[in-house]
C-alpha cells in the first residue's frame, strides 16, 4: 500500500530514520515494524547514491521510503521521486515562497513544474502505466514542508495554503533554536507544545498532513492527540543503542 493510501486511513504512522549511508542498513530498519523508512540527506551521510539505493531496499521490504533533501536541493526532491520515494520532506522552508518552489519540484503541471522521467518509479510501481502514473502521481506524492523557525510559524497559514503542499513536518530541534533566539536547542522545551499544538490543529483545518520528528517515543501518542499522522522516531544509531540496552540488560540480569 502507498504511504498516502496508509495516511489516509487515519491513524499514527511511525518512520525509522536513516543517518547511516547504507542500503543494507536501510532495509535493516525497514524489515522492523515501522510503517515507512525516512532517509536523511539533510543531516544524515547519505550520499545520492546510497539514498537512492536505500529507497530500493526499503520498497523490497514492503515499505515505502520517504526522502529528506538538504536545504533548497529541490532538484533533489523531482529526483528522490523519479527514484521511487513517495515523499519528500524539505528542510528550512521558511516562506510561501519556499513552499512554492518545493512544490513545484514536486508536482506535475498544471500544479508544479516538475519534469518527466520516473523510470525507477515506474519499475518499482509496476501497477502503474506512464499515463497512469502521470494522472496519480500529484495525489500519491506527498510534499512536507518542514516548519523549523518562527519564521515558517508566522508564515504557517500561508505554507498549509499553497497548491502542492500536502503537510508540513515539524523540526522540534531547529524550532527551538528559533523560538529561544539562539539560546539553546531543547526539543522536548514545555514553552514548544503549545506551537507544535497550534501546528498540528491548523494543517488539520487547512485539510493537510501533519508530522512530526519524535526525540522521545513516548511522546508519540501525545503528537497524535494534536492531529499529527506520522512521527519520526530517533535516528539508527539510537534505535542500535536502544536495542543493545534492552539485549544488555537482560544478558547481565
Ligand atoms: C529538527 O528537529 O530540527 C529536525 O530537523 C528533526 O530532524
Ligand atoms: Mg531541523
Redo the contacts with the bound molecule.
Keep these: 500500500m502507498q504511504l498516502r493510501d496508509k495516511l489516509d486511513q487515519d491513524r499514527m504512522l511511525i518512520s525509522a530514520?536513516s543517518t547511516s549511508p547504507s542500503e543494507e542498513m536501510a532495509g535493516a530498519l525497514a524489515r522492523c515494524p515501522f510503517d515507512t523508512v525516512t532517509v536523511?540527506m539533510?543531516?544524515g551521510a547519505h550520499s545520492e547514491s546510497t539514498a537512492f539505493a536505500s529507497a530500493g531496499a526499503i520498497f523490497a521490504a514492503g515499505k515505502p521510503a520517504i526522502l529528506?533533501i538538504p536545504v533548497g536541493r529541490n532538484d533533489l526532491a523531482s529526483r528522490a521521486l523519479d527514484m521511487g520515494f513517495e515523499a519528500v520532506i524539505a528542510?528550512m522552508i521558511n516562506s510561501v515562497a519556499d513552499a512554492r518552489a518545493f512544490a513545484s519540484a514536486m508536482k506535475y503541471p498544471p500544479v508544479g513544474e516538475r519534469s518527466w522521467g520516473p523510470m525507477k518509479a515506474l519499475q518499482m510501481h509496476s501497477a502503474y502505466s506512464p499515463e497512469s502514473y502521470f494522472r496519480s502521481a500529484n495525489g500519491k506524492t506527498l510534499s512536507l514542508a518542514?516548519i523549523?523557525t518562527r519564521a515558517a510559524f508566522a508564515a504557517l497559514d500561508g505554507i498549509l495554503a499553497t497548491d502542492g503542499i500536502d503537510g508540513v513536518?515539524?523540526?522540534?530541534?531547529?524550532?527551538?533554536?528559533s523560538w529561544s533566539d539562539g539560546a539553546g536547542v531543547d526539543?522536548r522545551n514545555e514553552e514548544l507544545q503549545d506551537v507544535i499544538a497550534t501546528i498540528g490543529s491548523r494543517a488539520q483545518q487547512a485539510g493537510k498532513f501533519a508530522a512530526v520528528?519524535a526525540?522521545d517515543p513516548a511522546d508519540v501518542p501525545r503528537f497524535g492527540k494534536m492531529g499529527y499522522r506520522l512521527a519520526?522516531l530517533n535516528t539508527d544509531p539510537g534505535i542500535i543503542h536502544a536495542g543493545a540496552a534492552v539485549m544488555l540488560e537482560k544478558a547481565r540480569g
Excluded: C, K, N, T
Design positions: 530514520w536523511d539533510q543531516h529528506r528542510p518542514m523549523e513536518f515539524v523540526g522540534p530541534s531547529d524550532l527551538s533554536i526539543p520528528f526525540v519520526a
